[in-house]
């Protein structure tokens, strides 16, 4: 059997084909439309349905029939090239948009890594690798704020039907994304040694998740904290530090539940209504707000995670407070006897009063006139430092005024008068 020797064009189309996953026939038939197109377009007044076209896969001649009779314009193949090209990129185009969302319908419900590529008014645009997400407003976290380039691991929400074509949602408030990172983080969860069986959370504020071992001898809270926090902080500082987790354990026995539930609340004593999903929990009076929460955030979410509405309420005999000691009791004749010797005071008191203000009276006007004979005193001596400040200040003047006449005539007096004066006052110091 001879060799089929194929063109370029027929090699071009099976790589093309093979490469993106194409199949040739499918390609050819669509070509064969598109150069049906473009001849009514060249031939405004043509049915279309009254014409046919042939498109040799070997050399990729195309040819129009019409009535069985060949009526290619001269030069059509050009246009026929342009055409089949012109297709064949569209329908990769439309090819790898099908498999990548193919790709994603498997992902739903898992988590992702991401890259903000851009803001569309409120929607965050997330680079997702072979394609790009959106995040509306709905499925972001009210505080966290996002910046360009931001690195983000994210929730495959769903895939729905936009402007464009069908579009990859992914969220950052769903609860899918805490079970996710759960599941990364945990190696226990991951293998479903730890099983996830409630989650509640209040993007941005808190969560809380209840976990239950399923093998003897695994603790799932501690699994879920690791070792000195180091699971748990790693999963917070995937929302940036803004959001706490609380870790509890699951309960088949609706009491335990509840208070598993409002931890870190502790000393509880709960009642519950099955029928009517009614929780009365009675807490010590120092525990009622750590209970209740900050805006009552502890008690909703513990309310949504059990399923259970729970109503609070203080009761003193739950606390652990040291109480006042109590008053021993008197005897009646002693509180008899009490009372007269209160009454007897009650009537000396107005006389005392009186007396008690007039010599108040009396003290303060002594301590007034005290206080006046100390600043008088103060301002005296005051007076008589600046006088002998004044006095030696004008001796000084004095002193130097006459210094300075003696240097002066010391000056004006000869050499010989001056050694003269000074014989004669060592003869004057002289004895007789």
Same mark, same amino acid.
């Given at each position: ?183 990364? &983080? *945990?190696? /226990?969860?991951?293998?479903? @040694?730890?099983?996830?069986? +409630?989650? $509640? ?6 969560? !809380? ?61 709960? &009642? *519950?209504? /099955?029928?009517?999903?009614? @929780?009365?929990?009675?807490? +010590?009076? $120092? ?6 929460? !900050? ?62 203000? *007039?010599? /108040? ?72």
């Amino acid at each position: 059997m001879p060799a089929i020797q194929r063109s370029e064009f027929a090699l071009a189309l099976n790589q093309v084909s093979n490469e993106r996953g194409l199949d040739p026939a499918i390609v050819l038939e669509t070509v064969k439309n598109a150069i049906l197109a473009a001849y009514r377009k060249d031939h405004p007044g043509s049915e279309l349905e009254e014409y046919t076209a042939t498109l040799d896969a070997n050399s990729g001649e195309a040819k129009i029939f019409h009535d069985k009779e060949d009526v290619t314009p001269p030069g059509f193949g050009r246009i026929a090239a342009q055409t089949a090209k012109q297709v064949i990129l569209q329908k990769i185009r439309e090819k790898e948009k099908e498999a990548i969302i193919s790709d994603f319908k498997l992902k739903i419900g898992t988590i992702v890594n991401g890259m903000v590529l851009r803001f569309a008014g409120p929607n965050v645009i997330v680079d997702v690798g072979k394609t790009e997400a959106i995040m509306p407003p709905s499925e972001q976290i009210p505080n966290e704020k996002y910046h360009l380039n931001q690195r983000l691991v994210i929730y495959v929400l769903e895939i729905k039907e936009g402007v464009k074509g069908e579009e990859v949602v992914v969220s950052r408030a769903n609860n899918g994304l805490l079970e996710g990172l759960f599941k990364r &983080e *945990v190696p /226990e969860v991951a293998q479903g @040694a730890v099983e996830i069986k +409630a989650i $509640e959370r209040e993007p941005g504020n808190r969560s !809380k998740i209840a976990v239950a071992s399923n093998q003897s001898g695994i603790d799932p809270v501690g699994s879920c904290v690791g070792q000195k926090g180091v699971r748990v902080q790693a999963i917070i500082q995937e929302f940036n530090g803004i959001e706490k987790i609380d870790i509890i354990q699951w309960q088949e026995d609706p009491k335990n539940y509840v208070t598993q539930a409002l931890s870190p609340a502790k000393e509880l004593q709960v &009642e *519950v209504d /099955e029928k009517e999903k009614i @929780a009365k929990v009675f807490v +010590a009076p $120092e525990e009622l707000s750590l209970a209740i929460g !900050k805006d009552g955030q502890n008690v909703r979410l513990a309310s949504k995670l059990t399923g259970y509405r729970i109503e609070i309420e203080g009761k003193a005999e739950l606390s652990k407070l040291p109480e006042e000691p109590a008053k021993p009791k008197e005897e009646p004749k002693v509180k008899a006897k009490k009372e007269k010797v209160e009454k007897v005071k009650t009537e000396e008191v107005p006389v005392k009063t009186q007396e008690a203000s *007039v010599g /108040e009276d009396t003290a303060e006007e002594k301590k007034d006139e005290e206080t006046a004979e100390v600043a008088k005193e103060i301002v005296q001596a005051a007076a008589e430092e600046q006088n002998k400040e004044k006095i030696v200040a004008e001796e000084e003047a004095k002193i130097d005024q006459v210094l300075e006449t003696a240097q002066a005539e010391v000056k004006d007096q000869p050499a010989d008068a001056t050694h003269q004066a000074l014989q004669a006052g060592e003869t004057a110091d002289k004895p007789s």
